[in-house]
């Protein structure tokens, strides 16, 4: 019998004499594997990067949004918030620690001849608690500014860069369309959030100012709660449930009209969506591992066809029908293998690369590596079977005549 | 001149042909390349099979390499009939016992002289060391020591045709067929192949069968065959027959 060694010695020399035509035939599985691992590895920094964001967020955010439950018609009729139920919230809530009033809009920001499109949110001194943010330099605004309204304003590190370079943007004014408000501090750098939104991007003003300067009516759109350390989610939930019932005068019978989200469960979510959308690419992906397969299958077979002479040779001199099969499967899973290998290392590079684009930690999946390897292999022994077959049926007689 | 031969068998020939008939095709189309052939060889023969194209020679030729099978009739090898056998113990069969010297050669390209001598060894399992030794001492009993390490597209045709005449021998076979060994070759070059296969068959004793249409290279054989027409035209010892 031919050893299997001698075997796989022999297609390396086969596929070395033609190397032009084995990386041309590896090519796709080189992508397959590649494309494979690559979404694996990206999907799985995107989801540890989701989970770091969850847990820098806290568990203890609630989200409080009028209109029914996520789902399809939830904006009809809803009725807004007022500033009342947000002091309602506070005062009767006890396991609250802060509650936030959060109504925003994308506005241009015009500082000089500078200006730039960001999120202006009206909100109070709470929110830069809840929302884990801290105020780099300058100060929070004043008891009296948020009562009155005042013109003046906190801004994010994106607007800071955009609109004054390197200038200190502290006792300078900008204009939001009509309002020209002063910044009076400058919020700590937050990154990228979960959903890849710059978080730093963002005007904070008094809820009053926007308000009356920019939306013009007295509406609330979200309540932003954070719950005291140790006090259970749930049960605020519930009782910020109840309070708004009964503030929206709704009857038992009555579907609740807003919504108290609690931010844990959108994060499942959302890692959740993320880890779907991966398995959704590398299926994708996989697809065209089978397409290198079939690559694979089409070489290997002109291959065959080529070298029929040799086969009739090798079979006139004693090669039984298994040892011709042998040999073309053996080249057919080495190719495959090495191009398994290769879409390994560029997947590995790849990711890496995107993973620094992306912002997303690169996290090293030897699972997904070992699986695509396997599979690159199997894709060998799978698409080679046909054409070696085909060569170890051959006459010998007629393989020898064959020019 | 026209005189059949028949020779008798006495079931201790090497090969024996009986009533071997080939048709290729069926009804209408079918072509009888072999109208039933009797034929024995013994051991130790040297026998040049002659006839114009199509009169069966190569067909036989192919029978008796164990390659085909007869469609009627028996041929025994060594007392076994290979028309009973399957294709793998065929295979075996040639393996263990037979060496080609196909017409145009036929040798790996880019694969070194040396690598093409090894190739039989390969399947008989010899191990590395003995198989590069064997077929290095096959390339020195065509005299091509020297040239193991080229390719056969940096070889003359007639070292070309050495090269296959020692990846024929490196087995030591029983018998050694030879289509048409010195078909390419001009007169100089064949008769160093002649010599060298009259040299095989007088001091290593193996057996030859080869396919010719040039009367002087059979003249070097011990034993003419002439085929005609599917059939044996005329079988004798060199000299007699013609």
Redesign the interface.
């Known amino acids: ?3 299997l060694w ?1 075997t796989v010695l022999l297609a390396l020399r086969e596929l070395k ?1 033609n190397v032009m035509r084995s990386i041309l035939t590896i090519l796709g599985i080189v992508i397959g594997v590649g494309a494979v691992i690559t979404m694996v590895t990206i999907g799985g920094g995107a989801t540890v990067q989701v989970r770091q964001q969850i847990a820098s967020m806290g568990s203890n955010l609630l989200m409080v949004s009028p209109g029914k439950r996520l789902g399809p018609g939830q904006s009809s009729g809803n009725i807004p918030f007022k500033q009342a139920d947000v002091e309602a919230i506070a005062r009767e809530v006890s396991s609250v620690a802060s509650v936030a009033p959060v109504s925003s809009q994308s506005i241009q920001a015009v500082f000089g001849n500078q200006n730039w499109s960001t999120q202006v949110t009206g909100s109070n001194n709470q929110y830069f608690r809840v929302t884990n943010r801290s105020i780099r330099s300058g100060r929070q605004f004043s008891d009296s500014e948020l009562r009155a309204g005042a013109a003046v304003c906190i801004v994010g590190e994106t607007v800071r860069k955009k609109l004054f370079g390197g200038q200190d943007p502290l006792g300078e004014k900008i204009r939001l369309q009509k309002l020209s408000c002063e910044v009076i501090g400058l919020l700590e750098g937050k990154g990228q959030s979960t959903m890849g939104m710059d978080q730093d991007d963002i005007v904070v003003i008094p809820l009053s100012t926007y308000q009356r300067r920019i939306s013009g009516n007295q509406d609330v759109a979200i309540i932003q709660v954070s719950v005291r350390d140790g006090a259970p989610t749930d049960k605020a939930q519930r009782d910020i449930q109840l309070l708004m019932r009964e503030r929206r005068h709704l009857s038992p019978s009555d579907d609740d009209n807003f919504n108290v989200m609690d931010m844990k469960e959108i994060a499942k979510m959302l890692t959740g969506t993320t880890q779907l959308l991966t398995a959704l690419l590398s299926a994708v992906a996989a697809v065209s591992l089978l397409v290198g397969g079939i690559g694979i299958m089409n070489i290997m077979l002109v291959s065959v066809t080529e070298r029929t ?2 086969i ?12 011709v099969l042998m040999q073309f499967l053996v080249e057919a899973v080495v190719l495959s293998s090495f191009g398994g290998l290769i879409g390994i290392v560029l997947a590995l590079t790849a990711s890496v690369w995107l993973a620094g684009v992306l912002r997303v930690p690169f996290v090293f999946n030897a699972g997904i590596v070992v699986i695509a390897f396997l599979f690159s292999a199997a894709v060998g022994v799978i698409f080679g079977y046909f054409p070696a077959l085909k060569a170890a049926r051959l006459d ?2 007629e393989a ?1 005549r064959h020019e | 001149m026209n005189m059949i031969v028949l020779r008798q068998m006495d079931g201790q020939s090497l090969i024996e042909l009986q009533g071997v008939t080939k048709v290729y095709g069926t009804g209408q189309a079918a072509m009888h390349a072999l109208r039933g052939i009797d034929l024995g060889i013994e051991e130790g023969d040297f026998l040049a099979v002659m006839g114009p194209s199509g009169s069966g020679k190569s067909t036989c030729m192919h029978i008796l390499g164990c390659l085909d099978t007869p469609t009627a009739g028996t041929y025994k090898f060594k007392g076994i009939e290979v028309g009973k056998l399957t294709r793998n113990q065929r295979t075996r069969l040639r393996r263990f016992y037979l060496g080609f010297v196909f017409q145009g050669y036929n040798l790996l390209n880019r694969t070194s002289a040396l690598e093409n001598v090894e190739l039989p060894l390969i399947y008989r399992g010899v191990p590395a060391g003995v198989r590069r030794a064997r077929a290095l001492q096959a390339l020195e009993t065509v005299g091509l020591n020297g040239w193991e390490s080229h390719t056969p597209g940096e070889l003359s045709e007639g070292q070309q045709q050495r090269v296959a005449i020692a990846r024929a021998i490196v087995t030591e076979p029983a018998v050694l067929f030879a289509d048409e060994p010195t078909g390419n070759l001009d007169t100089a070059r064949s008769r160093e192949i002649m010599d060298l296969l009259n040299g095989l068959n007088r001091d290593q004793g193996i057996t030859i069968v080869m396919v010719t249409h040039e009367p002087d290279m059979a003249a070097y054989a011990k034993r003419i065959v002439r085929f005609l027409d599917g059939l044996v035209e005329s079988d004798g010892q060199n000299g007699r027959a013609t």
Request: hydrophobic share 50%; proline share 5%; aromatic share 0%.
């Open positions: 019998m031919l050893m001698s004499r002479r040799e009739g040779i090798r079979l006139a001199i004693g090669a039984l029908e298994s040892e010998p007689i020898l």
